[in-house]
């Protein structure tokens, strides 16, 4: 499987989901990217017709109007382009919880009926990214944090990760912290195994436009706004065992 080591995601934009580009059959899945407050207007005039009550009831408990308005933005996005890869209503996406792989009960991976798409969803700071395929996938986008989150949690990485991140200049360290926890959070997601799997046992590298393999997985790095970082993990043909994910 190819995948680019920095992929462009799609930007979302209203009536861009009716006819979303087709995702190919092996290879680098289908990116999207909605920016909250640019989706706003789509949001209020869709959400109450196409999000189920269990999204709506999660979306009224946000306290901050951003994440309220970000997570809003994320899934309805996500069941416009759903639908549409689908060829049904929005609103009749149904979604269904895998087994988790580590003690299965049913948080795992979120999946559609059948499995004909596999999916993720991720959002951080008004931003949402979204990954479509044929095979398993996880994406993951996240705010650069302050210097000092960079190092402690850092700590927590694969020893190898740990080592390079501290050889960096402190300037450079939280955006390196950033990048590998997008890859190893977009991996993880891609298992539906989540954080209940530890950052230190998989090596992924802090290396910048760099494509991380592990065994049936191959990760690589999603450009998006300036302050964030961002990943995508897609599971290869030839190890497909069970599909989808969302956030």
């Given at each position: 499987m190819m995948v680019d080591a920095v992929q462009r995601p799609v930007e979302l934009t209203d009536g861009g989901w009716e006819q979303p580009p087709a995702m190919a059959m092996a290879g680098a899945p289908a990116l999207w990217l909605v920016r909250a407050q640019a989706f706003k207007t789509v949001v209020a005039r869709l959400a109450d017709s196409?999000?189920?009550?269990?999204?709506?009831?999660?979306?009224?408990?946000?306290r901050a109007d951003g994440d309220?308005?970000?997570y809003l933005a994320g899934h309805v996005g996500l069941r416009l382009l759903l639908g549409a890869y689908l060829d049904i209503p929005p609103v009749d996406v149904l979604f269904?919880?895998?087994?988790?792989p580590s003690c299965g009960e049913p948080h795992g991976r979120p999946v559609v009926d059948g499995n004909p798409v596999h999916f993720s969803l991720s959002h951080s700071g008004g931003l949402c990214l979204l990954a479509f395929a044929h095979t398993p996938v996880g994406v993951d986008v996240e705010v650069v944090p302050a210097l000092e989150v960079a190092q402690e949690v850092g700590e927590g990485f694969h020893p190898r990760e740990a080592s390079e991140l501290k050889g960096l200049r402190a300037v450079d360290q939280p955006a390196a912290f950033t990048r590998v926890w997008a890859r190893k959070e977009a991996y993880l997601k891609g298992l539906g195994v989540g954080l209940g799997r530890s950052m230190a046992l998989d090596y992924l590298g802090t290396a910048a436009d760099a494509v991380a393999q592990v065994p049936g997985w191959t990760i690589g790095d999603v450009a998006v706004d300036d302050g964030y970082a961002?990943?995508?993990?897609?599971?290869?043909?030839?190890?497909?065992?069970?599909?989808?994910d969302r956030s």
């Open positions: 196409v999000l189920d009550a269990a999204e709506k009831e999660r979306a009224a408990a946000f309220r308005d970000t269904q919880r895998q087994p988790c961002a990943a995508v993990a897609v599971q290869a043909e030839e190890a497909v065992s069970g599909p989808g």
